[in-house]
């Protein structure tokens, strides 16, 4: 397969311009860049979604023009989308058939079909399990198989590890050697150096839109790869110095909170969670999303009601406190969904400046609003956080990923917070946005801000936190020191498999010691 | 700053383009389906044209305008916040009738008279939405089935109480309630051949708060807020519950004026006879003038010198349903044209960005470069 010359112009910020890359068949190719960088626009050009403003598509010699995903999957290409696209009140089977029923029917045929494709790679999959009842690494075979299934020859893998602590990685890793060996294609996208060094036969790097070079993995440190990717010196997530205070900044105790799922089962969502964030501090949680993450914060900002426990922020006890009167009281909050919580979509950027802070200056005077400063406030947030935007009259939506996100940081930073809620803030922001989120965050906790840090990076989380927790299920598991801790460590707390005070263990048994 | 300019000119020709191009249409729409009737189209603008503008019916038009108008706004109220208070109707007839109860059981100078009825309705009209809104925050109700059952409501309590012996007066085969005094009458603008309403004065005042309240109130960014997206509303601090009843209770009490101008200035009371469907006419006048202040009135008069040019229309041997067929034309132009013109001008905008920021990013790559 060859793409030759790929330019694409797209509403949006990164056109990918004069992309070159050649995958050898039956082997792993990883496409490797900074998020923003164009990696799953290109993607989507060789799935059909996107049709290339110039350049051409090669696949096996033959130049081919891609108008649906469904002339790509007619060519054997099929592609694991990072977000999955499962219903999740039917079976595995089910799942795999659908839309694709005239392959092999819905009875007997397909689930044979579904055995024998499973057993030959490898994958492990139940055809009468619900896939509601699935886990994350499940889902993403279900997904896999879904696309074998339709006869893919080239699988393109969106980000597949971003949603899989590392146990998970490894063995979708063996997953991936096994389609090799069949002598299957797969594209492997991916901004993780150590995973596609480990992984990948060969390497292509994508920076700002176009492909910048291409590397061997045998050849090649991850130091190189990064450098190749940033174009310099990678930026790093650590903290130096410690700027812990004893002031407590935020208390919260025995927080509980309950919720019907859907089958009408009342579960425990929050289980009795207390920690304290003292001022100066960044306290990091890690957790596979899902485990009472979301829920966690919405307690804290007073957005969901509490079945028990108190939030104590500077000495205050707001538990009872509404939504606004918490903002007012000192805390920034950074959403983990920005387009939902953080952004109106459609209004322009002095609006969004105001969003969340209307009462505050300089957004009103009283009762009513000041859009003068309010308008003025928004250029100096776009220049300081160094928004990219030609104006603050065009609307958010207009505005790449990164930029909403510095946006975000800079009006929550604007108004002093004592607390700062930080969730996810750099997922789907590229490398310069990253590194200036980060230097704001420690910037402000010299300055004695208490942050509250959920990540799903856990690199972001060990480089950043002072303390770090681990959620599952509701509860707050294990305790670790980010000082002393590897990602994998961390990995196995997630999943549920160690608890209690989590120790670095230089042998090869990586466990948690229950020494709490 | 030039850029900035750029973009508030791209504003104002799409913000003329949309309305251009639903005239536009809905001419053409209109064209055809007069022609199939095997009439001529343009014969028909001409009676429409001359006979809307003489001076009877310029009168007439504003004075019809002026409760379509404050229904608009009622309405609008409810869009802004994402709410489709579909119950204008029965919230202005249930008004107007108490209103009229009470204004006819008292005797007071004009000054104190006409305030007390006027609050009068708008209480009830607020109380009778607020029900909506406190079923839709408490049980989930939504607001459309709910307005409606209680315009069904609203009409069978004033159809109880507006009887002889009750709270209404048989007069020949019409049943009202007791006329007002003089003293309740509302001031009219003296003109010929026929006065305009002073309500008039109230309906811009009304629009102008409208406005106000919206674009200028902490208040009203948050009711906008949670018209755009209720989850960043209510992770920016709103409480969206209250705001769902606040803004109920202001689409109400701006309902509860619709039956003003009728009940003080023609009518004097509520009779059997009183004007029905208003709040319906307001949706469609909030549609087309986009929830706008200015746009709705506009609209406003629109529907006014339609419905007046329409009885011409007749006389002059068209059917007299194209009327009604003009007026829905327009409306789905209307809105199918501003959606479109949105669409066209958020893509244009983005690709503008893109533009912009891509030719940013290569210069600081040929900076590096030259570095």
């Known amino acids: 397969m060859e793409l030759a010359g790929i330019t694409k112009r797209f509403p949006g910020v990164v056109a990918n311009h004069d992309i070159h890359l050649t995958v050898r068949r039956g082997t792993v190719h990883a496409l490797c860049g900074e998020n923003g960088a164009g990696k799953s626009t290109l993607m989507k050009i060789l799935y059909g979604m996107q049709k290339p403003d110039e350049g051409t598509i090669t696949l096996d010699g033959e130049q081919v023009t891609l108008h649906t995903p469904g002339d790509a999957i007619a060519r054997g290409i099929g592609m694991v989308h990072q977000h999955f696209m499962l219903a999740d009140n039917l079976t595995v089977l089910e799942n795999v058939v659908l839309g694709a029923e005239k392959l092999h029917g819905i009875g007997g045929k397909a689930r044979a079909k579904i055995k024998e494709i499973s057993d030959s790679y490898g994958l492990g999959v139940r055809p009468d399990a619900m896939v509601e009842d699935l886990g994350v690494a499940d889902r993403q075979r279900v997904e896999i198989l879904k696309v074998l299934y339709r006869g893919a020859r080239t699988l393109i893998l969106d980000e597949p590890t971003a949603v899989l602590v590392p146990q998970e990685v490894d063995a979708l890793f063996d997953n991936l050697r096994e389609l090799k060996a069949e002598g299957l294609t797969v594209i492997f996208i991916s901004h993780k150096l150590g995973e596609v060094l480990s992984v990948a036969d060969d390497i292509t790097v994508i920076r700002r839109g176009t492909?910048?070079?291409?590397?061997?993995?045998?050849?090649?440190?991850?130091?190189?790869?990064?450098?190749?990717?940033?174009?310099?010196?990678?930026?790093?997530?650590?903290?130096?110095?410690?700027?812990?205070?004893?002031?407590?900044?935020?208390?919260?105790?025995?927080?509980?909170?309950?919720?019907?799922?859907?089958?009408?089962?009342?579960?425990?969502?929050?289980?009795?969670?207390?920690?304290?964030?003292?001022?100066?501090?960044?306290?990091?949680?890690?957790?596979?999303?899902?485990?009472?993450?979301?829920?966690?914060?919405?307690?804290?900002?007073?957005?969901?009601?509490?079945?028990?426990?108190?939030?104590?922020?500077?000495?205050?006890?707001?538990?009872?406190?509404?939504?606004?009167?918490?903002?007012?009281?000192?805390?920034?909050?950074?959403?983990?969904?920005?387009?939902?919580?953080?952004?109106?979509?459609?209004?322009?950027?002095?609006?969004?400046?105001?969003?969340?802070?209307?009462?505050?200056?300089?957004?009103?005077?009283?009762?009513?609003?000041?859009?003068?400063?309010?308008?003025?406030?928004?250029?100096?947030?776009?220049?300081?956080?160094?928004?990219?935007?030609?104006?603050?009259?065009?609307?958010?939506?207009?505005?790449?990923?990164?930029?909403?996100?510095?946006?975000i940081v800079g009006r929550e930073m604007s108004h002093l917070p004592k607390l700062l809620i930080a969730a996810h803030p750099t997922r789907g922001v590229d490398v310069g946005a990253q590194a200036q989120i980060w230097d704001q965050i420690r910037e402000a906790r010299h300055e004695g801000l208490a942050v509250l840090l959920i990540s799903a990076d856990l690199d972001e989380l060990i480089g950043l936190s002072d303390t770090l927790r681990v959620m599952f299920?509701?509860?707050?598991v294990a305790d670790a020191d980010p000082a002393a801790i590897t990602p994998e460590e961390l990995g196995s707390a997630m999943t549920g498999a160690a608890s209690g005070h989590l120790e670095h263990v230089d042998e090869q048994e990586e466990e948690g010691g229950d020494d709490a | 700053?030039?850029?900035?300019?750029?973009?508030?000119?791209?504003?104002?020709?799409?913000?003329?383009?949309?309305?251009?191009?639903?005239?536009?249409?809905?001419?053409?729409?209109?064209?055809?389906?007069?022609?199939?009737?095997?009439?001529?189209?343009?014969?028909?603008?001409?009676v429409m044209v001359d006979y809307g503008s003489k001076s009877d019916s310029q009168v007439?038009?504003?004075?019809?305008?002026?409760?379509?108008?404050?229904?608009?706004?009622?309405?609008?109220?409810?869009?802004?916040?994402?709410?489709?208070?579909?119950?204008?109707?029965?919230?202005?007839?249930?008004?107007?009738?108490?209103?009229?109860?009470?204004?006819?059981?008292?005797?007071?100078?004009?000054?104190?008279?006409?305030?007390?009825?006027?609050?009068?309705?708008?209480?009830?009209g607020a109380i009778w939405a607020g029900i909506a809104g406190l079923l839709k925050v408490t049980r989930g109700v939504n607001e459309v089935i709910s307005t409606i059952m209680l315009n069904a409501i609203g009409g069978s309590i004033i159809g109880y109480f507006l009887q002889d012996g009750r709270l209404g007066k048989k007069e020949g085969n019409m049943v009202h309630t007791p006329v007002l005094p003089d003293s309740a009458h509302f001031f009219e603008i003296p003109t010929q051949p026929k006065p305009i309403y002073g309500f008039v004065v109230i309906a811009a005042i009304a629009g102008l708060a409208y406005w106000f309240v919206l674009n200028r109130t902490r208040f009203g960014f948050d009711l906008r807020t949670v018209g755009q997206s209720e989850s960043a509303a209510a992770a920016s601090g709103v409480n969206v519950k209250r705001m769902v009843i606040t803004s109920m209770v202001l689409s109400g009490a701006t309902a509860g004026l619709v039956g003003m101008p009728t009940l003080l200035g023609i009518s004097y009371n509520y009779g059997?006879?009183?004007?029905?469907?208003?709040?319906?006419?307001?949706?469609?006048?909030?549609?087309?003038?986009?929830?706008?202040?200015?746009?709705?009135?506009?609209?406003?008069?629109?529907?006014?010198?339609?419905?007046?040019?329409?009885?011409?229309?007749?006389?002059?041997?068209?059917?007299?349903?194209?009327?009604?067929?003009?007026?829905?034309?327009?409306?789905?132009?209307v809105v199918i044209a501003y959606e479109i013109v949105r669409r066209y001008g958020l893509k244009t905008q983005q690709r503008k960005v893109g533009e912009e920021l891509a030719a940013q990013a290569r210069k600081s790559d040929k900076a590096e470069v030259s570095a």
């Open chain 2, 272 to 333: 059997t006879d009183f004007p029905v469907g208003i709040g319906f006419t307001g949706i469609a006048i909030a549609l087309l003038g986009r929830n706008n202040p200015v746009g709705m009135a506009l609209a406003a008069l629109l529907w006014g010198f339609l419905e007046r040019t329409g009885t011409q229309l007749e006389f002059e041997g068209y059917a007299q349903e194209i009327v009604g067929v003009v007026q829905g034309v327009i409306v789905l132009c």
């Open chain 2, 60 to 124: 007439w038009i504003i004075n019809k305008a002026v409760p379509y108008y404050l229904s608009a706004l009622a309405v609008a109220i409810g869009f802004r916040m994402n709410l489709f208070n579909i119950g204008v109707d029965g919230q202005y007839r249930i008004a107007a009738f108490f209103a009229a109860v009470v204004g006819g059981a008292m005797t007071m100078p004009g000054f104190i008279q006409i305030p007390v009825i006027i609050i009068t309705a708008m209480v009830v």
């Open chain 1, 211 to 407: 492909t910048v070079g291409s590397a061997v993995p045998s050849e090649t440190t991850p130091k190189q790869l990064a450098e190749l990717m940033v174009g310099s010196e990678l930026p790093s997530p650590e903290t130096r110095e410690s700027t812990v205070t004893d002031t407590p900044m935020l208390t919260v105790e025995d927080l509980k909170m309950s919720a019907v799922d859907p089958d009408g089962v009342v579960r425990d969502v929050l289980g009795g969670i207390s920690f304290t964030i003292r001022k100066g501090e960044v306290l990091g949680i890690a957790g596979v999303e899902g485990n009472g993450q979301a829920e966690l914060v919405e307690a804290i900002m007073g957005m969901r009601p509490l079945d028990s426990g108190t939030v104590t922020l500077d000495g205050t006890d707001v538990s009872q406190a509404p939504t606004r009167k918490r903002r007012e009281d000192g805390i920034g909050y950074i959403p983990e969904d920005r387009h939902r919580h953080g952004l109106l979509l459609e209004a322009p950027l002095w609006e969004n400046r105001i969003l969340g802070h209307v009462t505050e200056k300089p957004n009103s005077k009283g009762a009513l609003l000041d859009p003068k400063a309010a308008r003025a406030d928004t250029e100096r947030i776009v220049r300081e956080y160094d928004v990219r935007t030609p104006g603050i009259e065009v609307t958010a939506a207009s505005l790449s990923g990164g930029n909403q996100q510095k946006l």
């Open chain 1, 473 to 476: 299920r509701g509860r707050l």
């Open chain 2, 1 to 46: 700053m030039s850029l900035a300019k750029k973009f508030d000119k791209n504003k104002l020709i799409l913000g003329l383009a949309a309305p251009l191009l639903a005239i536009v249409a809905a001419v053409a729409v209109t064209s055809v389906i007069i022609a199939i009737t095997g009439k001529d189209p343009f014969h028909a603008y001409q």
